[in-house]
């Protein structure tokens, strides 16, 4: 056999993969070949877009599932052992771990960020580490806690069509699960519309739950499709031991519940259906879209969280709130993790977007004749309405078919089978 003559997959099938199996990693459940770590950024121009090549990474080693340790890349033996070192620190960078891996079949270059004398070192194929040998620096680079681990080394939900958390959902993943290993109480994840803030959570939820540290956990929020949304997809392996709290009753024979927030509270104390169950009921709450109810002092969702005060309590948002009088970080802490729309366009996650400005005159300003009524008869407050009113305090019928209409007819100049329009779109429309 002329090795020289052999592809970067032969390399990795006759050379690299015997020697990481021989040094203990199993091939079903530690070792991921093809790890796709950004999908490549979608490019336009004009009317055109292109995705850019997306990164992958040869090889990626983990613990247990979802707890990478170690990248390594190969390259044809044509190229030095050291040639795909870059490129495999490129990775690690993404995947937040120590030990980087470059191989051509004829050894490895170990770059070993724990060391801090002696970054890299050439070792032989037979010398690759095991396993635990990785898990006990990494436990060590990372200062992590004894009662830390048994939560990072429960694995995420697989449901065997080969998906798993992309790299940045583990991030937030293991950050929160770090975080209520240590013991703390309220958690804020943050993370860009279209990044998958549910799945993250049920993850989250999952781990919690398989290790038997949460046992009954609320599901909490604002809109019945976002409660029928979570429960038919990413909460579906739940199965028989989720159900949607309805019929104004909270059934404790469930460990896993979902809640309208609406549906468990009111203003009449008969209607506040979450005082049927005792304050230590629940032993994690998770908020979804928690900028728009709970980060408020006075709202309804603060009052069931103050009730289950005992409980860890997770706040998901893509746009948490910080005004004089509303404060996500101020109820939650300061975010455990965050992803931002830059970066979800930056990997290719997300697609990029364009502001399109609309000037409608009446947004300068509109006030109502003396004694205009509206169409219930009721007398409309005297004052000038802007922008920040409509469709908040007042809603102009003819203002809003005239928006309706233009969105339509952009939809129709630029192609209506080709566009979407998120559901946190950013129409401005201003003078």
Request: overall charge neutral; some cysteine; proline content about 4%.
């Amino acid at each position: 056999m002329d090795k020289k003559k052999l592809s970067e997959a032969d390399i990795i099938s006759k050379f690299i993969m015997p020697a990481i199996e021989g040094a203990g990693w199993d091939q079903m459940t530690q070792i991921r070949q093809e790890v796709q770590i950004r999908d490549g950024k979608v490019v336009v121009r004009g009317q055109v877009g292109a995705r850019q090549t997306a990164r992958r990474a040869d090889i990626v080693l983990e613990y247990s599932p979802g707890q990478p340790l170690a990248v390594i890349e190969a390259k044809a033996n044509k190229y030095s052992m050291s040639k795909g070192i870059q490129q495999a620190l490129e990775y690690a960078g993404f995947l937040e771990v120590p030990f980087v891996f470059s191989s051509n079949g004829d050894g490895f270059v170990f770059h070993d960020k724990t060391n801090l004398i002696q970054r890299e070192t050439a070792i032989a194929l037979s010398a690759f580490p095991s396993p635990e040998q990785l898990w006990q620096k990494y436990i060590a680079y990372r200062g992590l806690k004894k009662q830390q681990l048994p939560l990072l080394t429960q694995g995420y939900h697989d449901d065997g069509s080969g998906k798993a958390p992309r790299y940045y959902q583990n991030h937030a993943i293991n950050k929160s699960l770090e975080a209520i290993a240590l013991n703390k109480s309220r958690l804020l994840l943050v993370m860009a519309t279209g990044t998958g803030k549910t799945y993250t959570a049920f993850q989250i939820i999952w781990r919690l739950w398989k290790a038997g540290i949460k046992k009954r956990i609320l599901f909490l929020a604002d809109r019945n499709i976002l409660v029928d949304q979570t429960r038919n997809n990413d909460f579906q392996p739940f199965g028989e031991a989720m159900t949607k709290i309805g019929g104004r009753t909270i059934d404790p024979a469930f460990e896993i519940h979902l809640g309208l927030y609406q549906a468990m509270t009111g203003t009449e104390e008969s209607q506040k259906i979450f005082k049927q169950v005792s304050k230590d009921f629940f032993d994690l709450i998770v908020v979804d879209e928690c900028h728009r109810g709970s980060a408020s002092e006075n709202s309804a969702w603060r009052e069931i969280l103050s009730y289950f005060d005992s409980a860890t309590q997770l706040g998901l948002t893509a746009t948490p709130k910080e005004t004089k009088d509303v404060s996500s970080s101020e109820y939650f802490g300061d975010p455990v993790y965050t992803y931002s729309l830059k970066q979800g366009i930056e990997d290719g996650f997300l697609a990029p977007y364009k502001v399109v400005r609309i000037d409608i005159d009446i947004d300068e300003g509109w006030t109502p004749v003396d004694g205009q009524r509206d169409k219930h008869g009721k007398i409309i407050e005297q004052r000038v309405y802007n922008q920040k009113d409509f469709d908040r305090k007042l809603v102009i019928d003819e203002r809003t078919d005239l928006v309706a209409q233009t969105v339509t007819n952009y939809l129709k100049r630029t192609g209506p089978m080709s566009k979407t329009m998120p559901k946190e779109c950013a129409w401005h429309w201003s003078t």
